[in-house]
């Protein structure tokens, strides 16, 4: 009788762990459902959303960034550096850009964001539309629940879109450099994006063709 407890209590235990360390995240359908929505509706909110899945960068960082963070000498960089004040944990760490990426960003400050040329003034890159103050977390969060509610038909918050970016890139390259892009201080961390979904293993088994 105690055996068959244990062997319950076992698979329970391991069914709330694999439910706790699979991040959620947007299948490339709804990412291309997600997009397209937003770019009809606003070009701030597209740039904000695309730019998060882009770089896997937190929800804090990215509205922690000014322009010249994005442009610092007039162009957009391809290697965006992002500082210590904005990085998580004041690690700061480097991320490239890919070219759409970069067209996109320069096409949104050029129609979207009139920069005031005064020494030290912080020109915040994502900003509120009426009192162009810089957006908050609780901003992010509306902007996505808004949208996803629309397109996917259920909420989704702005973390979605950095386990997204991560699982992709883990697909593409390895854990090291996924931890380098998403700065963190353990590889730990960066291993929860190793677990396999149950998709990927019904298509592994599918593969092997016995």
Known sequence: MSTQSTSVNFHHRKSNRWEYTTPATLSDSERELLLHHVSMR?????????????????????LGLNVDHVKPYGAITKILKVPAGVAKGGRPRDIPLRWKIRVMLEQYIDADIKILDIPGYENPLFRAKFNNNRLGPRDFQDIMRKYSLAALGRPCHPHMLRHTFATKLLQQSNLRIVQQILGHASIQNTQIYTHPSSTDIAEAIDKMNL
């Open 42 to 62: 606003s070009l701030r909110d597209y740039t904000l959303i695309r730019f998060t899945l882009a770089t896997g960068m937190r929800n804090s960082e990215v």
